[in-house]
């Protein structure tokens, strides 16, 4: 006889798909894991390539504890044209965690912190580029996911497709430090 199984339904977590273009607080729910890419995803990225995979998880309002599943951020590699991947979603994510005292540490100085990267200014070849707020390198820099879990931010999400799928899901659009934007129902 095969053995018998018994769930609580009650902690059965349901995909809700929250509105198209809305801000949310929202935390990392859960360790992230650092996998390699399969290389058939929408990033263009080549096989092998890493990334950090987490779940997002809002925390007040109506949809407080509606969760993203499966955020993915480059941390680095080459695309399929043989470019280095675009990891500017990754450093706003770090900014956002040293904003909300996750430590980090800067390859080019050794500086160690929680303090905001410095951003480039507008109208300049350094516009948008971030830099450590003690050498004003743009180097390496290093932090231990371990630490990520239950940090909070602000997040822009969209509905969008799962891949090969019709089926709806959430995508994160932008995410900014938390209590820096009022977060409101239309963007």
Known sequence: MAPRIEADLEQAQGRQVLPDNTWHHMMIAGLPEV?????????????????????????DGDYKGVRVFGYNLMLGGIDKNGNSMNISRFVEFLDCLAADGVSWEC???????????????????????YFCPDCGESKRFVTNTDDWQGHRMNVLVKVGKFFNSDEDRNEVVRVTPYGEIVVSEAV
């Open 35 to 59: 996998k390699k890419s399969k290389g058939n995803d929408q990033t263009g990225a080549r096989p092998g390539n890493p990334f950090a995979a987490m779940n997002l998880e809002v925390t």
């Open 107 to 129: 390859g080019g100085c050794g500086a160690q912190g929680d303090r905001r990267f410095r951003i480039g200014d507008k109208g300049t070849k350094d516009a948008g580029r």
